[in-house]
C-alpha cells in the first residue's frame, strides 16, 4: 500500500500520469515540463500568471526548476518496482478459466501460472523467461534448439548444434547472459554519458532562462528610463515653447505700443502741416499785396530743418528700422537651448556611465594632498615628502590611474575654492618636468580647459582658445568617445550646457588629469 500511495505522489496533477522531466514553481509545486509550459503558454496576454496546484500569481512568467530530487527518486522507485501491468498471456495448463502467466517455458513452449511453475520441472533443459506468445523466436529456426550463444563474428544468436555442427563451428562464441551483460554494461554507460549530457542541456535551459529573465528585467528598466527621459525632454520643450511664445507676444505688445505712440504723434504733425498748407494757399490767393506781405514771416513753414522736420523724416526712418523685425536673439538663444537639450540627452543615453577615476598618487606633485578615497586633490604649502620618481609631475597635476582605450565615459569634477585650476586628459607619455608638462601645453599630448580669474579657455597643443561664456556652475563634466576621436567639456547646470568640443585621433591610452594652484578639486 506505501508503495501504492508514493506511486500516486509521482503523478502530474495535470495530465495524471507519472512525472516526465518534472520541474518546480517558487510555489513548491512540480509538474511535467510540457504540461505547465502548456499552461504558461495559455495564460501569456492575461496580464499575469498563476499555478494551476495552488492558484498562486505571479506578476512575470515563472522560471521553472527542475527538480532533480523527485527526478531521482521516481526513477529508483520506478526501476526497483516496476509498474504491474496485464501481459494478456495466460496459463497454458489451466484450461477451466484463464489464469495469468508469470513465465514461461522455452524448452515446453508453455506459459506457466504461478501454480503450475512450482510444480515445473527444474531441469537446465527447461530454461524460464518472462510471458511471451512468441516463444519460437527464443529457438534456433535450423534445429528447434534454444539459443543459448551468440557468434562474435556473425553477431547472431545460435543454438549448441550451429556451434559444434553447422555454420559457425569453428567461430568465437559466449554464453547469452554473458554478452547480454557485456551489452547492457556498455548501455548503462551510454544511459550515463546521455544522462550527464541532458543534465548539462537542463542546466544550460535554466541559465538561457535566467538570461532571459534579466534581459526581460533590463529592457523593461531601459523602457521606463527612455519613457521618463522623453517625458523630460516634453516637459523642456514645452516649457521652451512657452518661453519663447511669451517673448515674441511681449516684444509684440511693446512693438505695437511703440508704433502706435509714433502714429498719433505723426498724424499731429500731418493736421499741423495741412493747416500750415491751407494757410499757405490763402495767401498765395490773395491779390492784396499789402496783406500778403503784412502776414509774419513764413520761412519756418516751409524749412524741412526747422520745427518737426526730425520727427518727419530721420527720426521716422529710425523708428521704421527698429521695427521692421523681433529680436532674433531669442530664435537663437532657443536653438542654442536645443542644443544643450540634446548634448544632455546624448550624454545620458549613450555614454556608457561614469569613470571610475581614482587619482594616482604616484603622480601626484608634493604640494598637492591626495584624499584616502583617491577622489580629492587639495593644494597645499606643506611639502607631502614623497619620493622623487620618473612619473611625478614637478607641476601642481595629478593623472588618474585607470586609463581609456576604448569607448564612451564622462567623469565630473567638483570646483571647490579655486579660482586657478585645469582639468582635462593626457597621454602617459606626457612630459613630468618643465613647462611641457602643463595640460594643453605640451606637443599634441594633452586636451584641458582651463580658468584664470575667472577667465575660462580650452587649451591644446599650446593653442589657446578663450570661451565667450562665463560658468556659474562649480561642476564641470568631461565626455570621452574614444573611437569618434572627441573629448567634449561641459557645464553641469538646468540643463547642461556644453562648453567645447577637441576633435582629433587618439593614438595613446588617455589618463583624467587635474591641475590646481589654489582649493580643492573633487573627481567623481
Same mark, same amino acid.
Given at each position: 500500500?506505501?508503495?501504492?500511495?508514493? &506511486?500516486?505522489?509521482?503523478?502530474?496533477?495535470?495530465?495524471?500520469? =507519472?512525472?516526465?522531466?518534472?520541474?518546480?514553481? &517558487?510555489?513548491?509545486?512540480?509538474?511535467?515540463?510540457?504540461?505547465?509550459?502548456?499552461?504558461?503558454?495559455?495564460?501569456?496576454?492575461?496580464?499575469?500568471?498563476?499555478?494551476?496546484?495552488?492558484?498562486?500569481? !505571479?506578476?512575470?512568467?515563472?522560471?521553472?526548476?527542475?527538480?532533480?530530487?523527485?527526478?531521482?527518486?521516481?526513477?529508483?522507485?520506478?526501476?526497483?518496482?516496476?509498474?504491474?501491468?496485464?501481459?494478456?498471456?495466460?496459463?497454458?495448463?489451466?484450461?477451466?478459466?484463464?489464469?495469468?502467466? *508469470?513465465?514461461?517455458?522455452?524448452?515446453?513452449?508453455?506459459?506457466?501460472?504461478?501454480?503450475?511453475?512450482?510444480?515445473?520441472?527444474?531441469?537446465?533443459?527447461?530454461?524460464?523467461?518472462?510471458?511471451?506468445?512468441?516463444?519460437?523466436?527464443?529457438?534456433?529456426?535450423?534445429?528447434?534448439?534454444?539459443?543459448?550463444?551468440?557468434?562474435?563474428?556473425?553477431?547472431?544468436?545460435?543454438?549448441?548444434?550451429?556451434?559444434?555442427?553447422?555454420?559457425?563451428?569453428?567461430?568465437?562464441?559466449? %554464453?547469452?547472459?554473458?554478452?547480454?551483460?557485456?551489452?547492457?554494461?556498455?548501455?548503462?554507460? *551510454?544511459?550515463?554519458?546521455?544522462?550527464?549530457?541532458?543534465?548539462?542541456?537542463?542546466?544550460?535551459?535554466?541559465?538561457?532562462?535566467?538570461? $532571459?529573465?534579466?534581459?526581460?528585467?533590463?529592457?523593461?528598466? #531601459?523602457?521606463?528610463?527612455?519613457?521618463?527621459?522623453?517625458?523630460?525632454?516634453?516637459?523642456?520643450?514645452?516649457?521652451?515653447? +512657452? &518661453?519663447?511664445?511669451?517673448?515674441?507676444?511681449?516684444?509684440?505688445?511693446?512693438?505695437?505700443?511703440?508704433?502706435?505712440?509714433?502714429?498719433?504723434?505723426? #498724424?499731429?504733425?500731418?493736421?499741423?502741416?495741412?493747416?500750415?498748407? $491751407?494757410?499757405?494757399?490763402?495767401?498765395?490767393?490773395?491779390?492784396?499785396?499789402?496783406?500778403?506781405?503784412?502776414?509774419?514771416?513764413?520761412?519756418?513753414?516751409?524749412?524741412?530743418?526747422?520745427?518737426?522736420?526730425?520727427?518727419?523724416?530721420?527720426?521716422?526712418?529710425?523708428?521704421?528700422?527698429?521695427?521692421?523685425?523681433?529680436?532674433?536673439?531669442?530664435?537663437?538663444?532657443?536653438?542654442?537651448?536645443?542644443?544643450?537639450?540634446?548634448?544632455?540627452? &546624448?550624454?545620458? %543615453?549613450?555614454?556608457?556611465?561614469?569613470?571610475?577615476?581614482?587619482?594616482?598618487?604616484? =603622480?601626484?606633485?608634493?604640494?598637492?594632498?591626495?584624499?584616502?578615497?583617491?577622489?580629492?586633490?587639495?593644494?597645499?604649502?606643506?611639502?607631502?615628502?614623497?619620493? @622623487?620618481?620618473? @612619473?611625478?609631475?614637478?607641476?601642481?597635476?595629478?593623472?588618474?590611474?585607470?586609463? !581609456?582605450?576604448?569607448?564612451?565615459?564622462?567623469?565630473?569634477?567638483?570646483? $571647490? $575654492?579655486?579660482?586657478?585650476?585645469?582639468?582635462?586628459?593626457?597621454?602617459?607619455?606626457?612630459?613630468?618636468?618643465?613647462?611641457?608638462?602643463? %595640460?594643453?601645453?605640451?606637443?599634441?599630448?594633452?586636451?584641458?580647459?582651463?580658468?584664470?580669474?575667472?577667465?575660462?579657455?580650452?587649451?591644446?597643443?599650446?593653442?589657446? =582658445?578663450?570661451?565667450?561664456?562665463?560658468?556659474?556652475?562649480?561642476?564641470?563634466?568631461?565626455?570621452?568617445?574614444?573611437?569618434?576621436?572627441?573629448?567634449?567639456?561641459? @557645464?553641469?547646470?538646468?540643463?547642461?550646457?556644453?562648453?567645447?568640443?577637441?576633435?582629433? =585621433? !587618439?593614438?595613446?591610452?588617455?589618463?583624467?588629469?587635474?591641475?590646481?594652484?589654489?582649493?580643492?578639486? +573633487?573627481?567623481?
Amino acid at each position: 500500500m506505501a508503495s501504492a500511495d508514493l &506511486r500516486e505522489e509521482l503523478d502530474c496533477s495535470i495530465c495524471l500520469t =507519472t512525472y516526465t522531466d518534472p520541474v518546480m514553481l &517558487r510555489c513548491g509545486h512540480n509538474f511535467c515540463r510540457v504540461c505547465i509550459d502548456r499552461v504558461l503558454d495559455t495564460q501569456d496576454g492575461s496580464g499575469g500568471y498563476s499555478c494551476p496546484e495552488c492558484r498562486e500569481e !505571479f506578476q512575470e512568467r515563472p522560471a521553472l526548476m527542475r527538480n532533480l530530487v523527485l527526478l531521482k527518486l521516481m526513477e529508483n522507485l520506478l526501476t526497483s518496482q516496476p509498474t504491474p501491468r496485464e501481459t494478456g498471456i495466460c496459463c497454458t495448463y489451466c484450461v477451466d478459466s484463464p489464469v495469468p502467466a *508469470v513465465k514461461s517455458c522455452l524448452h515446453c513452449e508453455a506459459s506457466l501460472c504461478d501454480k503450475h511453475l512450482k510444480v515445473h520441472s527444474k531441469s537446465p533443459e527447461h530454461v524460464l523467461s518472462d510471458p511471451s506468445t512468441s516463444l519460437e523466436n527464443r529457438k534456433c529456426s535450423v534445429h528447434k534448439k534454444i539459443l543459448e550463444y551468440y557468434c562474435i563474428k556473425d553477431a547472431t544468436c545460435i543454438c549448441v548444434s550451429c556451434r559444434l555442427d553447422g555454420d559457425h563451428q569453428g567461430h568465437q562464441v559466449e %554464453i547469452l547472459d554473458e554478452v547480454s551483460e557485456k551489452k547492457k554494461k556498455k548501455l548503462r554507460n *551510454v544511459l550515463q554519458k546521455l544522462t550527464t549530457k541532458r543534465e548539462e542541456t537542463e542546466e544550460r535551459v535554466q541559465n538561457l532562462e535566467e538570461s $532571459r529573465r534579466k534581459a526581460q528585467e533590463k529592457a523593461s528598466g #531601459e523602457a521606463e528610463r527612455v519613457t521618463a527621459l522623453f517625458i523630460d525632454i516634453r516637459r523642456r520643450l514645452d516649457d521652451l515653447e +512657452k &518661453r519663447v511664445l511669451s517673448d515674441i507676444s511681449r516684444q509684440e505688445k511693446e512693438k505695437s505700443l511703440s508704433l502706435s505712440a509714433l502714429i498719433q504723434k505723426l #498724424e499731429i504733425q500731418k493736421d499741423e502741416l495741412s493747416r500750415k498748407m $491751407r494757410h499757405i494757399e490763402e495767401l498765395c490767393n490773395m491779390t492784396d499785396p499789402l496783406t500778403v506781405l503784412q502776414e509774419p514771416d513764413t520761412g519756418d513753414l516751409c524749412d524741412p530743418e526747422e520745427g518737426g522736420g526730425d520727427e518727419d523724416t530721420g527720426g521716422h526712418d529710425n523708428q521704421r528700422h527698429d521695427v521692421d523685425g523681433l529680436d532674433v536673439t531669442v530664435i537663437s538663444d532657443t536653438l542654442h537651448t536645443l542644443c544643450d537639450i540634446i548634448s544632455g540627452i &546624448r550624454s545620458g %543615453i549613450y555614454v556608457e556611465g561614469p569613470g571610475d577615476i581614482l587619482l594616482d598618487v604616484n =603622480t601626484a606633485h608634493n604640494n598637492l594632498h591626495i584624499s584616502d578615497d583617491l577622489k580629492t586633490a587639495t593644494w597645499t604649502q606643506e611639502k607631502q615628502n614623497r619620493p @622623487e620618481t620618473a @612619473e611625478r609631475f614637478h607641476c601642481y597635476q595629478v593623472m588618474s590611474s585607470r586609463r !581609456f582605450t576604448s569607448g564612451r565615459h564622462y567623469w565630473d569634477v567638483e570646483i $571647490r $575654492r579655486s579660482g586657478r585650476w585645469m582639468v582635462g586628459m593626457c597621454y602617459p607619455s606626457i612630459d613630468r618636468r618643465g613647462g611641457h608638462a602643463l %595640460i594643453g601645453y605640451n606637443n599634441n599630448r594633452s586636451w584641458s580647459l582651463r580658468m584664470y580669474n575667472n577667465e575660462y579657455s580650452v587649451i591644446h597643443d599650446r593653442k589657446e =582658445t578663450c570661451l565667450p561664456q562665463k560658468i556659474s556652475s562649480d561642476r564641470v563634466r568631461i565626455c570621452l568617445d574614444y573611437e569618434a576621436g572627441k573629448l567634449s567639456f561641459y @557645464e553641469l547646470c538646468d540643463p547642461i550646457r556644453h562648453l567645447h568640443t577637441f576633435t582629433t =585621433t !587618439f593614438t595613446e591610452p588617455l589618463h583624467a588629469v587635474i591641475c590646481l594652484i589654489d582649493g580643492c578639486l +573633487k573627481v567623481s
